[in-house]
Nanobody, 131 residues
Framework: QVQLVESGGGSVQAGGSLRLSCLAS????????MGWFRQAPGKEREGVAAIYTGSGSTYYADSVKGRFTISQENAKNTVYLQMNSLKPEDSAMYYC????????????????????????WGQGTQVTVSS
């Protein structure tokens, strides 16, 4: 049974930092495209960042480049999202996803941000940034 368990969300002031964790189990963690998505009330789910756990190729949405960093700790089957310089517009439910598009491997994927291309999802962790 595939499980993705997110943690690390919370409430911070603008300019603050949070680190989200996604612990994966029940499937082949290595060589897999894993992503972080977020969804604010009334908005569509959007891709924030992704990583291919084999090659380490990473992807970022323009809105978070330079502020967020996705990383992996393969020995712990865990993917992280370090979020710095947080803004109120970063407030959302953040979801971890796995089994994303194989094209993630090459560092040139044009579908890493498509939530329809991921097969497994966690329950989400809330991030709230106050001004």
């Amino acid at each position: 049974q595939v499980q993705l368990v997110e943690s690390g969300g919370g409430s911070v002031q603008a300019g603050g930092s949070l680190r989200l964790s996604c612990l994966a189990s029940g499937y082949t963690y290595s060589s897999n495209c894993m992503g972080w998505f977020r969804q604010a009330p009334g908005k569509e789910r959007e891709g924030v960042a992704a990583i291919y756990t084999g090659s380490g190729s990473t992807y970022y949405a323009d809105s978070v480049k330079g502020r967020f960093t996705i990383s992996q700790e393969n020995a712990k089957n865990t993917v992280y999202l370090q979020m710095n310089s947080l803004k109120p517009e970063d407030s959302a439910m953040y979801y971890c996803a796995a089994d994303g598009p194989p094209s993630c491997l090459w560092g040139t994927s044009t579908s890493w941000y498509s939530y329809a291309d991921y097969g497994y999802w966690g329950q989400g962790t809330q991030v709230t940034v106050s001004s």
